[in-house]
């Protein structure tokens, strides 16, 4: 009885993911927008300005769209209102506007626009950066922080510029299940092994990983495996040339930096590290 049992839990887990399977093979799009050198790096947070990191602000943004960047990534926050906006996270956009809540709890959409950030920087709510978007065909949107995918599909309709990094197994069945074309599936500590993590990515066909740096410089076979199965590595955060030069060359990656000159292939300013 206990056999039979166990035969029909293991015969309905694999019908389950075959379905998952298919449905993530017809969901999926796979990386076809090139090996250009541009496509190697995105805006981290918006990008860099003067000397900042995570702004996540109108004028970062602008300002890696004028350096030719083509891949940005902004961190979502929920407000109390259901819309998304750019915000590292609520505790920290309220210390860097001036809130006089110390807190790390939303606030609405109302409030959130009426701030400046570090008192020189403007705000991005969803309706902002879609119009970014929409306006510039060829440019690419990376999401991170939120996993409402219904919210964020409703909120960014180019949903094959769109990638969006989720966190852990259940979010990333979510995310294909919602129909988002490129989920990036974020590596996590690793505490159960390479040999474990690699054979959840390919257990579920994932095409896109996310990655910190310390995380490939700890573990470089993996990574120069998964680069060998075809998926498409993303690597955050560096500044740092020596770094850039080998994820670019070992692992065709993809890099989420502050201060890279693309043009001219270097550092700008003083934070040229990993982190």
């Known amino acids: 009885m206990k056999k039979r049992s166990l035969l029909v839990i293991l015969t309905v887990l694999i019908c389950l993911w075959g379905s998952f399977r298919y449905v993530a093979y017809k969901t999926i799009q796979p990386w076809s927008i090139g090996d250009d050198y541009h496509f190697h790096f995105i805006a981290h947070e918006g990008g860099g300005i003067d000397g900042r990191t995570y702004t996540n602000s109108k004028e970062a943004l602008e300002l890696s769209i004028k350096h030719g960047y083509k891949l940005f ?38 409030d959130y626009v009426n701030k400046k950030i570090f008192n020189s920087y403007t705000p991005l709510t969803s309706n902002d950066i879609k119009k970014y ?40 069945i979510k995310a294909v299940m919602y129909g988002i074309q490129r989920p990036m599936y974020a590596v996590g500590s690793l505490r159960l092994g390479a040999a474990f993590e690699y054979f959840k990515i390919s257990l579920l066909g994932i095409k896109y990983v996310t990655v910190n740096t310390v995380t490939v410089k700890k573990c470089p076979d993996l990574f120069a495996r998964l680069k060998e199965d075809g998926v498409k590595i993303f690597i955050y955060t560096s500044n740092d040339p020596e770094f850039i ?31």
């Not at 929920?78 to 790390?104: C, F, I, M, P, Q």
């Not at 990376?142 to 990638?163: A, E, G, M, W």
């Not at 080998?246 to 982190?275: L, P, R, V």
Request: glycine content about 2%.
């Open 73 to 110: 990534e902004l961190d979502l926050n929920e407000t109390t209102d259901r819309n998304l906006v750019a915000a590292h996270d609520w505790l920290s956009y309220r210390k860097n506007t001036g809130d006089k809540l110390d807190l790390d709890q939303a606030m609405s959409t109302a």
């Open 133 to 172: 978007f929409l306006e510039n065909k060829d440019l690419y949107f990376i999401t991170d922080k939120t996993n409402n995918f219904q919210l964020i599909n409703s909120s960014f309709p180019f949903p094959d510029r769109l990638f969006v990094e989720v966190f852990g197994v259940v979010n990333y």
């Open 245 to 275: 030069d080998m994820a670019i060359k070992k692992y065709n990656a993809t890099i989420y930096t502050d201060f890279w000159d693309i043009q001219n292939k270097k550092c700008i300013g003083n934070n040229c590290t990993s982190y």
